[in-house]
């Protein structure tokens, strides 16, 4: 029996709008025809009158500067006067048009405080901070900032501005977007910005860019820093979407991301921020081919776990560590290969080019055993034309089994109990592959 069952549409998260709201001695100023406190209460109206008619928004409201009069002023003059609840329009309208210019601005202060005025994180909680002065309290800005993200405040603070300097305005840009009170724009700006942020989410495309320049490259773990923070923030795996473009990601609005991408050997993306409710696109160049070490199936080559050492050409830094008859990825390029049969195998140069498989093949193993009647000591060389090369020591054991590459050999032997040079027993031998040998030490 088929059951059909209809979907039913998820609310949308509600959205909580917090105002800080600067009732310091500095708002007495004249602004235009009237001061600066009454040109702030005026604006805060229009944003708390247009915003109130979405049923999803509530609202609280917190103050500094209120209480204590300058000087000598009071840096932790600053208090959540009207707190998140329903149908507290009219309360927060009434506090505002109490307030009169007081104390001192402790905007560090107000701003860390605020981390603690939203309910919880199941919300798009919200900052707005109307403002005429800088703080004066020597604290941080910045670091409340950092507070509020992990408080999950979603986006950066908005910083209402009323008559600051391009000096006093550049202290705000590690804590929010600042807008000018007297640009005509700034109240279309901002409640466009709060009514699309359901429909417009902050979202990050990381474009895996091919040697064509093309954002093809794919199946790649990467991790997001938090450059403030100097600690990781997400771990995704890269991935193509259905219509084979890079899937989209949704970020918080943290302050500087930067982004590596864990190919062989890792890339790493310049320092980028996001914008709130905008798509942000990240480009890294990050072409790559496959390379493998491959040996054909032999009597001998399942009884040993071959794996070999990747490292950039004319670099000792080791890569990785990749077992026989395994593709692996890498960016395109040149590569040092040390591979760690009996003996080891170099190779040198190895070129990885853009989707390509660079397979390298290596001759099946031999079976070589070695036995003694008692425990010795001694070793295995390979016989070249030029010289002999040591491959390995032999242990104590009276038997013992090594997995030799084709060659000719020697084997030096002496036994424990014998205490002279003279009693070494030297026998040589070749190796085939997928051949076994035994060699007796005592005959």
């Not at 602004?31 to 805060?44: C, D, P, V, W």
């Not at 027993?425 to 997928?434: A, G, L, Q, W």
């Amino acid at each position: 029996m088929l059951i059909a069952s209809a979907q039913v549409a998820k609310s949308p998260k509600p959205t909580r709008i917090l105002f800080v709201f600067d009732a310091s001695n500095s708002m007495v100023a004249k602004h235009g025809a009237t001061n600066r406190i009454e040109s702030a209460k005026t604006l805060f109206y229009r944003f708390i009158d247009s915003l109130s008619k979405n049923r999803h928004y509530s609202f609280a409201l917190r103050m500094y500067g209120h209480t204590v009069k300058y000087p000598p002023g009071d840096c932790k003059d600053s208090k959540l006067v009207v707190p998140f609840s329903k149908n507290n329009i009219a309360a927060i309208k009434a506090k505002v048009a109490e307030a009169k210019p007081t104390g001192i601005t402790p905007i560090e202060h107000s701003l860390t405080e605020s981390a603690n005025d939203f309910p919880d994180r199941n919300a798009v909680n919200m900052v707005i901070l109307i403002t005429d002065g800088i703080e004066e309290c020597g604290g941080d800005p910045c670091a409340a900032r950092q507070k509020l993200m992990e408080k999950g405040i979603v986006f950066k603070p908005f910083i209402i501005g009323i008559g600051l300097s391009p000096e006093q305005i550049k202290t705000f840009e590690c804590v929010g977007n600042y807008y000018d009170m007297d640009d005509a724009n700034t109240f279309t700006d901002i409640t466009r910005i709060i009514q699309q942020q359901k429909l417009n989410k902050t979202s990050v495309q990381v474009n895996l860019l091919d040697s064509k320049g093309l954002p093809k490259e794919t199946e790649v773990n990467m991790t997001f820093e938090d450059t403030g923070k100097k600690q990781y923030a997400y771990n995704y795996i890269h991935t193509l979407n259905v219509a084979g473009n890079p899937d989209t990601l949704y970020l918080n609005d943290y302050p500087q991301y930067k982004l590596k991408a864990h190919t062989i050997p890792p890339v790493e993306s310049e320092p980028f921020t996001v914008v709130p409710g905008k798509h942000t696109v990240v480009p890294i160049d990050a072409p790559q081919g496959f390379l493998s070490v491959n040996r054909f199936a032999g009597a001998y080559n399942y009884n040993e776990k071959v794996k070999f050492l990747v490292r950039k050409s004319g670099d000792m830094a080791t890569l990785n560590v990749q077992p026989l008859n395994q593709k692996e990825k890498y960016l395109t390029g040149l590569y040092d290969l040390e591979i760690l049969t009996l003996p080891r195998i170099y190779k040198y140069r190895v070129k990885v080019e853009q989707s390509k498989e660079t397979p390298l093949d290596i001759p099946n193993a031999g079976m070589v055993q070695i036995k003694a009647l008692e425990a010795g000591d001694g070793c295995i060389l390979q016989e070249t034309p030029q010289k002999l090369e040591w491959v390995c020591n032999l242990s104590a054991a009276t038997i013992q089994t090594f997995y030799l590459q084709p060659g000719n050999y020697r084997v030096e032997w002496r036994s424990k109990s014998l205490k002279g040079s003279i009693y070494t027993i030297e026998k040589k031998f070749s190796v085939i592959s997928d051949n076994q040998l035994v060699i007796e030490l005592y005959r």
